[in-house]
């Protein structure tokens, strides 16, 4: 008979951002349990709330299967003695057992069973440390009484193996069929089965589908703006957190002042968004309407108090950004150079006045004119700002806005506001608008890996403080997508992460297959808008019939060249060709040497087959045997111009 199994983890209010790793994390050790145990069975469902994490799993035996194993014993030959203390150990008598023929000889040998464990008694005795398993960035102790850890106190756990009650506990809490309602709508237990669960959640005013809870936000804020013709601006990552802050998600709207308006937008949709976790409301135009989205963890809001309470704390946070933004104005940013002498960068690499000098020559290297060169001195000058200190994430649009409020010119304002693009590899975070800003980001990153690296600050494992991982994509990102000409190094600790985030870039975020990559890679990957243009058009011709019989001849090639240690390079004598297949193949190559490889690829594929079939490589004579190799080393260069075809995986090997 299969079962279902429900676990329900309830908590304080765990942080938003940790619970769905959290999730996935239970889930895959919960699955290795089941296989490990074999106790069949698989993981169907996680879903989670700030107070819970609840994971569902279907078909686990009621009990394991019995295990029957063959104990050899003594030798045959030893005896009486020998097998009933063989029997003695096994547990039963001389007369039940049996014999069993090796290639050494007959031994006593035992069938002995193992009753499987009851699945109910096995969970119980390991979902204590499973649970306390869970990986977390921090953890608490909360009982003052033992060493148990967790993100936040645990404070019940619902465990259901079909109608039975897992039991166990943790840090004094005992496992039970209990759960718990909303902590404002219904704080009171309850008890459920498997089947109820999540329909007695609900009465308890707990909604725990995490997509349900996002779609009620998003259908009630869509319903709210529809009346007065106003839509939300969307934000992913906003929604993701709103969705796990609550369990029981309700939008209201709310109004600002329209004199706060005169700030930038930018600086008002910060303010809205990291300190009040509002979302922002914009107009059919795109301008920031005086409205704001807040969602409660409640029900409704019949007597506005919880709208006029979060109006009186945006207006707060508003007038604080606009005295920031006053106070800001009276020190231009080019004042503010000689001030990052007192801003340290990193302790070991010096202030941000030190490499600021350095972006600004870094700069100038990729040929930045003027305008790129004066964004490079003034980028880092906003860190000094009071707007920065409160709202940290602004760093670099600040400096953007002030620079222009402070008679910049466009492009050197421009270049500063986008010089921390792109924060990521996701194709929707873009690269800098302009050329200038395109140098500054780069120059500023790049500067940033050849330091850490030089003092020995690479990344190891999981850990990299110094985001060197996120910087090498955004230059490999900018070198591509803004087409900007950025060449690699080649060599060191460097040049080889650089190069694992080239090849991750182009396999992971363009989707080229991967012998893909590898094989235009080793024709060379320092100059990334080279890379990716052959990398096109070998996805292209990939398709072709011709192709893939080509590739294996040129691993055969490669193959040989190696074992014959050929070092000569590609210089042949056309008089010691033979007339037939090795002339025809020397001469196709000259005919088509000024071609593309696209259209060289048919010509030469029967060509290059009839050779291999017909003419001997390594042939007695020395000089015609060189003479060979040295045909064979020079069409292998001159496609490696676009890709070591050798490295692309072919359906049958040679």
């Given at each position: 008979?299969?079962?279902?199994?429900?676990?329900?983890?309830?908590?304080?209010?765990?942080?938003?951002?940790?619970?769905?790793?959290?999730?996935?994390?239970?889930?895959?050790?919960?699955?290795?349990?089941?296989?490990?145990?074999?106790?069949?069975?698989?993981?169907?469902?996680?879903?989670?709330?700030?107070?819970?994490?609840?994971?569902?799993?279907?078909?686990?035996?009621?009990?394991?299967?019995?295990?029957?194993?063959?104990?050899?014993?003594?030798?045959?030959?030893?005896?009486?003695?020998?097998?009933?203390?063989?029997?003695?150990?096994?547990?039963?008598?001389?007369?039940?057992?049996?014999?069993?023929?090796?290639?050494?000889?007959?031994?006593?040998?035992?069938?002995?069973?193992?009753?499987?464990?009851?699945?109910?008694?096995?969970?119980?005795?390991?979902?204590?440390?499973?649970?306390?398993?869970?990986?977390?960035?921090?953890?608490?102790?909360?009982?003052?009484?033992?060493?148990?850890?967790?993100?936040?106190?645990?404070?019940?756990?619902?465990?259901?193996?079909?109608?039975?009650?897992?039991?166990?506990?943790?840090?004094?809490?005992?496992?039970?069929?209990?759960?718990?309602?909303?902590?404002?709508?219904?704080?009171?237990?309850?008890?459920?089965?498997?089947?109820?669960?999540?329909?007695?959640?609900?009465?308890?005013?707990?909604?725990?589908?995490?997509?349900?809870?996002?779609?009620?936000?998003?259908?009630?804020?869509?319903?709210?703006?529809?009346?007065?013709?106003?839509?939300?601006?969307?934000?992913?990552?906003?929604?993701?957190?709103?969705?796990?802050?609550?369990?029981?998600?309700?939008?209201?709207?709310?109004?600002?002042?329209?004199?706060?308006?005169?700030?930038?937008?930018?600086?008002?949709?910060?303010?809205?968004?990291?300190?009040?976790?509002?979302?922002?409301?914009?107009?059919?135009?795109?301008?920031?309407?005086?409205?704001?989205?807040?969602?409660?963890?409640?029900?409704?809001?019949?007597?506005?108090?919880?709208?006029?309470?979060?109006?009186?704390?945006?207006?707060?946070?508003?007038?604080?950004?606009?005295?920031?933004?006053?106070?800001?104005?009276?020190?231009?940013?080019?004042?503010?150079?000689?001030?990052?002498?007192?801003?340290?960068?990193?302790?070991?690499?010096?202030?941000?006045?030190?490499?600021?000098?350095?972006?600004?020559?870094?700069?100038?290297?990729?040929?930045?004119?003027?305008?790129?060169?004066?964004?490079?001195?003034?980028?880092?000058?906003?860190?000094?700002?009071?707007?920065?200190?409160?709202?940290?994430?602004?760093?670099?649009?600040?400096?953007?806005?002030?620079?222009?409020?402070?008679?910049?010119?466009?492009?050197?304002?421009?270049?500063?506001?986008?010089?921390?693009?792109?924060?990521?590899?996701?194709?929707?975070?873009?690269?800098?608008?302009?050329?200038?800003?395109?140098?500054?980001?780069?120059?500023?990153?790049?500067?940033?890996?050849?330091?850490?690296?030089?003092?020995?600050?690479?990344?190891?494992?999981?850990?990299?403080?110094?985001?060197?991982?996120?910087?090498?994509?955004?230059?490999?990102?900018?070198?591509?997508?803004?087409?900007?000409?950025?060449?690699?190094?080649?060599?060191?600790?460097?040049a080889e992460f650089m190069r694992d985030r080239v090849e991750y870039y182009f396999r992971d975020v363009?989707?080229?297959?991967?012998?893909?990559?590898?094989?235009?890679?080793?024709?060379?990957?320092?100059?990334?808008?080279?890379?990716?243009?052959?990398?096109?058009?070998?996805?292209?011709?990939?398709?072709?019939?011709?192709?893939?019989?080509?590739?294996?001849?040129?691993?055969?090639?490669?193959?040989?060249?190696?074992?014959?240690?050929?070092?000569?390079?590609?210089?042949?004598?056309?008089?010691?060709?033979?007339?037939?297949?090795?002339?025809?193949?020397?001469?196709?190559?000259?005919?088509?040497?000024?071609?593309?490889?696209?259209?060289?690829?048919?010509?030469?594929?029967?060509?290059?087959?009839?050779?291999?079939?017909?003419?001997?490589?390594?042939?007695?004579?020395?000089?015609?045997?060189?003479?060979?190799?040295?045909?064979?080393?020079?069409?292998?260069?001159?496609?490696?111009?676009?890709?070591?075809?050798?490295?692309?995986?072919?359906?049958?090997?040679?």
């Amino acid at each position: 008979m299969s079962l279902p199994f429900l676990l329900e983890i309830g908590t304080e209010e765990i942080p938003d951002w940790m619970i769905v790793p959290a999730l996935n994390n239970l889930q895959d050790m919960f699955q290795a349990l089941l296989d490990q145990q074999v106790l069949g069975g698989r993981v169907t469902s996680v879903d989670a709330t700030p107070r819970r994490l609840v994971l569902r799993a279907e078909g686990l035996l009621e009990r394991q299967a019995d295990v029957e194993e063959l104990v050899l014993g003594p030798a045959k030959s030893a005896g009486a003695g020998a097998a009933g203390g063989f029997a003695k150990k096994m547990g039963t008598t001389a007369d039940q057992l049996g014999t069993q023929t090796t290639a050494k000889g007959e031994y006593f040998a035992f069938a002995k069973r193992t009753q499987g464990q009851a699945t109910v008694a096995i969970l119980a005795r390991e979902l204590p440390n499973l649970i306390l398993k869970i990986q977390w960035p921090k953890t608490m102790v909360w009982n003052g009484k033992g060493t148990e850890r967790f993100i936040r106190p645990i404070r019940w756990m619902l465990t259901l193996l079909g109608r039975a009650v897992v039991g166990f506990e943790i840090a004094g809490v005992h496992s039970s069929s209990t759960t718990w309602g909303h902590r404002v709508l219904a704080n009171r237990q309850f008890t459920v089965t498997i089947d109820d669960h999540e329909h007695v959640l609900r009465e308890l005013s707990v909604i725990l589908s995490a997509d349900e809870r996002r779609r009620k936000i998003k259908t009630e804020v869509d319903a709210l703006l529809g009346r007065v013709g106003l839509h939300v601006k969307q934000d992913r990552d906003l929604m993701e957190t709103l969705t796990y802050l609550t369990e029981y998600p309700t939008p209201i709207l709310g109004s600002f002042d329209r004199s706060y308006l005169s700030l930038p937008k930018e600086v008002l949709v910060e303010v809205m968004r990291h300190h009040q976790k509002y979302l922002s409301v914009e107009d059919s135009d795109g301008k920031l309407a005086p409205h704001f989205i807040a969602v409660m963890n409640t029900n409704g809001d019949p007597d506005r108090l919880v709208r006029q309470g979060n109006e009186k704390v945006l207006r707060a946070r508003f007038n604080d950004a606009r005295f920031f933004w006053d106070q800001d104005q009276k020190k231009k940013l080019e004042d503010r150079v000689e001030d990052l002498k007192t801003v340290t960068f990193q302790a070991q690499l010096g202030s941000y006045y030190e490499k600021t000098q350095r972006v600004v020559r870094w700069v100038t290297d990729l040929g930045g004119e003027e305008d790129a060169q004066r964004a490079a001195l003034l980028c880092k000058c906003d860190l000094t700002t009071d707007m920065v200190k409160e709202f940290t994430d602004l760093q670099g649009i600040v400096g953007g806005l002030y620079a222009r409020a402070q008679g910049e010119n466009e492009e050197v304002a421009q270049a500063i506001y986008d010089h921390y693009k792109p924060l990521s590899m996701d194709m929707e975070d873009p690269v800098p608008s302009t050329l200038n800003g395109c140098l500054v980001s780069m120059a500023d990153k790049w500067d940033t890996l050849v330091e850490c690296f030089r003092v020995g600050m690479a990344p190891t494992g999981s850990r990299d403080p110094f985001g060197l991982r996120r910087a090498a994509q955004g230059i490999v990102r900018i070198s591509t997508e803004g087409q900007v000409n950025f060449e690699l190094p080649q060599h060191g600790e460097l040049a080889e992460f650089m190069r694992d985030r080239v090849e991750y870039y182009f396999r992971d975020v363009h989707g080229f297959a991967y012998d893909e990559v590898r094989a235009c890679m080793a024709a060379g990957w320092n100059d990334l808008l080279d890379l990716w243009r052959r990398l096109r058009r070998v996805q292209a011709i990939r398709p072709t019939p011709d192709f893939e019989l080509l590739a294996k001849s040129f691993k055969r090639i490669k193959n040989i060249l190696k074992q014959a240690a050929y070092s000569d390079g590609g210089s042949y004598r056309k008089e010691l060709f033979e007339t037939g297949p090795e002339l025809e193949l020397y001469n196709e190559i000259v005919r088509t040497k000024t071609q593309p490889l696209e259209s060289r690829i048919g010509p030469l594929r029967p060509k290059v087959d009839l050779f291999f079939d017909k003419v001997l490589v390594n042939a007695p004579d020395p000089g015609i045997r060189r003479n060979r190799l040295a045909l064979l080393q020079s069409l292998l260069t001159e496609f490696s111009d676009v890709a070591d075809f050798s490295e692309i995986v072919t359906e049958r090997q040679p």
